[in-house]
């Protein structure tokens, strides 16, 4: 069957598993994808940001830190939120409980909305693509990530101890649901080929303003030969766009 959406992170053993992971320095989305989103994103000072998924918070705590006006997050897992709501707890902050597919923000408020994996586990994407470009004021920009779709495209398992060192990539131009296995669970995610990504930025109104994979940079593993392998394959689809 699967789990969809946030939902599997309210399974307390997989929650655990999931933090552990994510919160290595060595993890891909630490080493990788964090560095490079950061980039995309620059200058937060004074702004009013939203957040799409925003996890346990500790992204929003980056981004106050850095200066931010207002940070509002949204978050489907209580899990999640409840983390969030303890990491935020100092900084002037906004946290919704509820799916971002159903999150309904008012027109030309911020200035930033961010979203970091989160969006491959979404069905119809042009819709909250469509939201997205509502809530920004002219000029806001919207900065995500999703997993990048050569990984999404087959879900094959790997039986491989160490470090997965080779990739299945088929049926990339079919589009649709993927039934992964990830933490001994099962967890329904969406592949989309990359310019689907980009094509259906720019029928809701984007002007693409960056593209990055999360290219690795050696001084962010301790290990030459774990940086190596990253250099194999991207992880990570990071896009940028800008209300017209």
């Known amino acids: 069957m699967g789990y ?3 939902s599997i992170y309210d399974e307390n053993d997989f929650f655990d598993a999931f933090l552990h992971r994510r919160n290595r320095p060595e993890s891909p ?6 560095p490079a989103f950061l980039s995309m994103i620059g200058e937060v000072h004074d702004q009013r940001v939203l957040d799409l998924g925003c996890g346990d918070g500790s992204f929003g705590l980056d981004l106050c830190r850095a200066g931010c006006r207002w940070y509002e997050g949204v978050e489907g897992s209580i899990n999640m939120l409840t983390s969030a709501q303890e990491n935020l707890r100092t900084v002037q902050a906004r946290l919704h409980h509820g799916m971002v597919e159903d999150f309904k923000m008012g027109r ?3 200035d930033l909305i961010t979203s970091r994996m989160v969006l491959h586990y979404i069905e119809e994407l042009p819709a909250v693509f469509q939201s997205v470009y509502q809530g920004l004021k002219p000029g806001g920009r919207f900065v995500f990530s999703v997993q990048h779709p050569l990984l999404t495209s087959t879900a094959a398992p790997s039986n491989q101890r160490g470090g997965r060192s080779d990739w299945v990539v088929d049926n990339y131009f079919h589009a649709g649901e993927r039934k992964e296995h990830w933490i001994d669970h099962e967890v329904l995610k969406y592949h989309r080929p990359v310019e689907d990504y980009v094509q259906q930025l720019l029928q809701a109104g984007f002007r693409i303003t960056g593209v990055k994979e999360g290219c690795p940079e050696p001084d962010a593993f ?13 992880l990570f689809l990071i896009l940028g766009g800008e209300k017209k």
Do not use: F, H, Q, T
């Open 108 to 110: 030309d408020v911020y």
């Open 4 to 6: 969809r959406g946030s």
């Open 29 to 34: 989305n630490n080493a990788m994808e964090k």
């Open 222 to 234: 301790l290990e030459k030969k774990e940086y190596e392998r990253r250099m194999r394959i991207p």
